[in-house]
């Protein structure tokens, strides 16, 4: 039995069917985590969001932004961008059990010392905290003010983690960090508009997993989201998205021994 981590798939469905057997996976014994953003971006997202639907407890899947702005265009609440391809998907026959099963997947996965997250942890958030903000964020994605929280995905808000705050703009910071999270500034905002490698950040945005004091460290942090980072493990991090979707590779890693796998993009 072994446990892989998958980068973002972005509906690179064909790329990552030969990744899985590049791998030799094992449906019967083997499992998967996927650092969430299944959807968007490659040609299948239909297929992947159908394949990933049918694995039962076989997968641990965490929402992704791309992920939770399809369920913003399902709930009428976002638009479409120029680079969407997700039309498929919203004229599906099955599409509302495809977007139920979306939306109960968490934000957060943990696994003893190890956490899987989509984008990232604001620094002032240890695991536990982590995990009870991830709860309360997902509660919310599944009850009736779903829709005004999804609305605010779509925006590149400078959002700064507070202990202080409440309500709707807890569950927006929250899901911020979660979903959006690269790097900050020197006060902890998100420099938002910045999605660039971060040796080449703006003066005084850093890394999140490269803050000092951040309470999640002595954890390892499986993540995706920040294709301009790339393969990225050590540290406490692993970083998996490679930027299938922008035509490079799909990238495994076994967490039994940390190999790594990669498959070139097929679409």
């Known amino acids: 039995m072994a446990t892989y981590a998958i980068g973002d798939i972005h509906g690179c469905f064909a790329t ?3 990744l899985l057997h590049r791998i030799a996976f094992d449906p019967r014994q083997d499992r998967l985590w996927l650092v969430g953003d299944l959807v968007n971006r490659g040609p299948r997202s239909l297929e992947v969001l159908r394949w990933a639907a049918e694995q039962g407890d076989r997968i641990v899947a965490v929402l992704g932004n791309h992920d939770l702005h399809l369920l913003a265009r399902a709930a009428g609440v976002a638009e479409a961008r120029r680079r969407d391809t997700l039309e498929e998907v919203l004229a599906a026959p099955d599409r ?3 977007f139920a099963w979306l939306r109960h997947r968490p934000l957060l996965h943990r696994d ?3 956490l899987m997250v989509h984008a990232g942890l604001f620094p002032d958030w240890g695991p536990k905290l982590a995990q009870r903000l991830a709860g309360e964020v997902e509660g919310r994605l599944r009850g009736d003010g779903a829709p005004k929280l999804l609305a605010a995905v ?9 202990e202080g705050l409440s309500g709707q703009e807890r569950a ?3 899901l911020a960090g979660f979903a959006r999270l690269r790097t900050l500034d020197e006060e902890g905002r998100m420099c938002a508009d910045y999605s660039g490698p971060p040796e080449q950040a703006p003066k005084g945005c850093h890394a999140w997993f490269s803050v000092r004091g951040r309470k999640s460290a002595g954890f390892t942090v499986i993540f ?3 294709a301009a980072l790339g393969l990225r493990i050590g540290n406490g991090i692993a970083a998996l998205d490679t930027g299938c979707a922008w ?5 495994a890693l076994r967490l039994d021994d940390w190999r790594v796998f990669q498959e070139p993009a097929a679409g």
């Open 112 to 114: 003893g010392e190890t």
């Open 16 to 18: 990552l069917q030969r």
């Open 224 to 226: 995706g989201h920040w």
């Open 96 to 98: 509302d059990d495809l």
């Open 247 to 251: 035509g490079r590779e799909l990238t």
């Open 154 to 162: 779509g925006q590149k808000a400078a959002e700064r983690w507070k």
């Open 172 to 174: 927006r910071a929250a």
